[in-house]
Each structure stands twice: as C-alpha cells, then as structure tokens.
C-alpha cells in the first residue's frame, strides 16, 4: 500500500480540513471580487455561478462515486481535490476567468462523496455516525479558523497575499493525499477487476434518482433532503454577502460570527448528537434538526443584528441532521454500494446546489436586494439600516426574503420526515441496537462543498 499507515478517518480529516481551509481564506477576498466583477446583480449573478457548479456536480457524482467503487478511492481524492481548488490562483490573475473555472470545476467538486465512500470502507457499521461526526466538525473547524485568518490577513496585507496562502493550501492538499493517503478500498472488495467497464446504468445521475423511487423508505429520505438542503444551499452561496450589505456587519463580525457558529457546529456534531442518537434514536434526532433549521431560517428572514447571533446558535444545532442521514444511508447499503449510493444522496444535494443558490438570487432580485458600494457597509453608522438599493416596502419588513421561503420548504421537508418508517434496512440485516433510519440536509450548515 501506498501512504502511510493503515488508511483512518483521520486522513480524510485531513483531507477535508485542508480542502476547506483553503476556499474559507477567501471568504473576504471573494465578496470584494464578486461585488468588483458584477457591481449592478451580485446576488444574482453570485446565484447563477454556484448555480452552474452544483448542477455540474449533481451530473457527475454518481459517475465519480460508481468509478471510485471500482478503481479506489485514492486517485479520485486526488482528481475532487485538484479540480476543486483549481480556481483559487486565478483570483488575482484573471476574475473572469476564476468565475468560469469556478462554474465548472463542479464537474469534480464532490470531495464529500468520496469522503464518505472511504470512511464507509473502513469503519464499522456502530462506529459510522461518530466516523461521519468528526469529518463533518473538521469541515466546521476548517470553516471556524480560515475566514478570521483570511480577513485579517487582507486587511494587513492584502488580499494577494491570502490568495498565495490559499493556493498553498491546496497544494499541501494535493501532496498529503499523494504521499500519506493509504487506498482505503481492497482489491477483493471491488466488484470487477480493475480496468474492467462500468455500468453506464450506475453513472447515470438520474438512473439514481430514479432508483430512488423504488423503495418507499429511500424515496421519503432523498424529498427530505431535497427539501431542507435546497433553502440550505441558496443560504450557503448568499449568506455572507447578507451579512456584509443588508445586515450591515463588517468583515471581522462575518469572521468571528462564523467562528462561533462553528465551535456551536462541532460541539453539536460530537457531544450532542452521540447522546441524542442512543438517547431518542436516528429518526428523532433528524426531525429535532429540521426543527431547528426552520427556526434558524424564520430568524435569519427577520432577522436585525442581535438575532443574527442567537439564529447562528440554532443553526449550529441544526447541524447534527447531516451526520445523522449518512450513517443511516451507509448502514441501508451493501459494502460495495457505499459509493453508488452517497452518490445518490450526494446527487440531489448536487441538483439543490444548483437550484438553490439560483432561487436565493432570483429572489433577492425579485425583492430589490441589491448591494451598494461595499464602502458604505464599513461605515457602522449605517449598520442598523438594511443597505439596499431601491428600499422597497416589504424590504424594509423583511430583510432576508429567500430565507422565509426556506423555512416553509424545510416545514415540509419535516412533514415529510414523520412519515419515514423507524426501522427499515435494505439489503442488509437489522442489527437489534441499531439506530432507526432517517434522513435530512445535505451538509452542515455553514458552507459547502466549495465556499460562499
């Protein structure tokens, strides 16, 4: 074997801190970038952007996770990771060119497909939701620590100086899964040998989706998903901006906001949800997520500054849904399906993060939301105002109308929930302490499989 040591969950910890490390030094750089590039429809073009990259990734993950089935994880960790930070250099060269490299790294940008297919193949079944916790709170961590290092170091030394940092990152990324990422998937595990040809059925995203229709209780989880992951993905393209232009914060609160929703986030994801999954079971504690998650949106939709920081408290609570939902997936699949069907889930969270950054633009566009000079957001005189271009009336009431539509979405993504069945294993054998099935959004809530 290549690498070093036995492959752990703790390299694709790594793995997952470095990737989103890199991308969450940006944060700051980005939004003065995109507010540069696009100064008349930022919400709006912002949207279209990671509107193209999650359509892209929804098209071609059940192809990555089928092929990584068969050809081993290591060299498509390799291709995601790669592909994904690809465009952070081209920020300073060419924006233009950083925009449409963003929109179409989307093709690989499904790290967390192949993530979890490699924690699948070498964790039990008992240990996977604590195995799945601790990549999603490195994903937190990662996103607690790089937007504050990135803002200051703009602020001190220029925004090129963090590109050149986050470029770096993505290299030492690259490098540790060359040298130290031992293949996690044996020979004997494949279903073919290697080399041989794929299905084209099992690359095909929509034969996923439609094979989702076939068993009632993958169906009630995969609308689940769609319907809380669709508001959480517009909110993930667009909240930052939110909270620089409309909710008036300036660059150090948007960093030390995240920070805090992050430590809450993994807290959540490590204590929490291990005492609520033995305590109320895999199904209540999803539907205890989604809870929140409507919660979380109503606030944000209403939200003035004070109840931006209780909103983010119950957002880190929301988190402990996603880890939930890949365990349950994970332990209603054969071994050598972990990848087809990650893929499957990681498909509609795809086709959400194409349709749901597009919907948020489309509705702050509806509703007038528009970004003034990112100057006038610095000064705080002005932060207890919404900064919008042409103040309508419903703005004025409503500063954040894309969230109120998400909370209704996640209302019915919870009714939906209640119908999913408390125990149900496909394909495998019920073990008699295992947790009941039960699903929901699709990352946890705070970026995504790329950055703002």
Request: aromatic share 6%; proline share 11%; hydrophobic share 40%.
């Given at each position: 074997r290549q690498g070093i040591g036995e492959p752990s969950v703790y390299h694709a910890v790594v793995v997952i801190f470095l990737e989103f490390f890199a991308w969450g030094l940006?944060?700051?750089?980005?939004?003065?970038?995109?507010?540069?590039?696009?100064?008349?429809?930022?919400?709006?073009?912002?949207?279209?952007?990671?509107?193209?990259?999650?359509?892209?990734?929804?098209?071609?993950?059940?192809?990555?996770?089928?092929?990584?089935?068969v050809w081993g994880r290591k060299s498509f960790l390799l291709l995601t990771v790669f592909f994904t930070c690809a465009p952070i250099p081209l920020m300073k060269i060419s924006p233009w060119w950083y925009f449409a490299v963003i929109s179409m790294s989307g093709v690989f940008a499904v790290t967390f497909s192949v993530i979890f297919a490699y924690v699948a193949d070498i964790t039990q079944e008992h240990e996977r939701s604590t195995a799945y916790g601790l990549v999603s709170a490195t994903f937190a961590a990662s996103l607690v620590t790089s937007p504050a290092i990135g803002a200051y170091l703009s602020q001190a030394y220029g925004d090129t100086l963090v590109v050149v940092l986050a470029s770096g990152v993505a290299l030492l990324d690259i490098g540790f899964i060359l040298l130290a990422v031992p293949e996690s998937l044996p020979e004997e595990m494949r279903p073919v040998s290697w080399g041989a040809p794929i299905s084209w059925e099992q690359a095909d995203p929509f034969a996923s989706l439609r094979k989702v229709g076939q068993d009632s209780t993958v169906l009630l989880i995969c609308i689940t998903v769609f319907l809380s992951y669709l508001p959480e993905a517009g909110q993930y393209s667009s909240f930052f901006l939110y909270l620089r232009q409309v909710i008036g914060f300036s660059s150090e609160t948007v960093a030390a906001f995240i920070g805090v929703v992050g430590i809450l986030s993994i807290l959540a994801q490590t204590v929490v949800l291990g005492i609520l999954m033995r305590s109320i079971g895999n199904k209540n504690t999803i539907l205890l997520g989604l809870g929140f998650q409507i919660l979380q949106l109503a606030w944000y939709g209403f939200g003035s500054q004070p109840c931006m920081w209780a909103a983010g408290a119950v957002a880190a609570m929301s988190s402990i849904t996603f880890p939930a939902i890949s365990a349950m997936v994970s332990r209603n699949a054969d071994p050598d399906q972990q990848g087809v069907v990650q893929g499957m889930i990681t498909g509609i969270r795809g086709l959400c993060n194409g349709l749901g950054p597009a919907l948020y633009g489309f509705v702050f566009y509806l509703f007038h939301v528009e970004l003034n000079e990112m100057a006038e957001v610095e000064t705080l005189g002005k932060a207890s105002k919404p900064n919008m271009a042409n103040p309508t009336d419903e703005s004025s009431i409503i500063p954040g109308p894309p969230f109120l539509f998400g909370a209704c979405s996640v209302l019915l993504s919870l009714l939906v929930?209640?119908?999913?069945?408390?125990?149900?294993?496909?394909?495998?054998?019920?073990?008699?302490?295992?947790?009941?099935?039960?699903?929901?959004?699709?990352?946890?809530?705070?970026l995504e499989d790329s950055s703002v």
């Open positions: 940006l944060t700051t750089p980005m939004l003065t970038v995109l507010h540069q590039t696009f100064p008349q429809h930022t919400f709006l073009m912002n949207g279209l952007i990671h509107g193209v990259k999650g359509l892209l990734s929804f098209l071609s993950a059940p192809l990555i996770g089928a092929l990584s089935d929930a209640l119908f999913i069945p408390e125990h149900t294993l496909v394909g495998t054998q019920a073990h008699p302490h295992s947790p009941p099935a039960g699903g929901s959004d699709g990352k946890e809530p705070l």
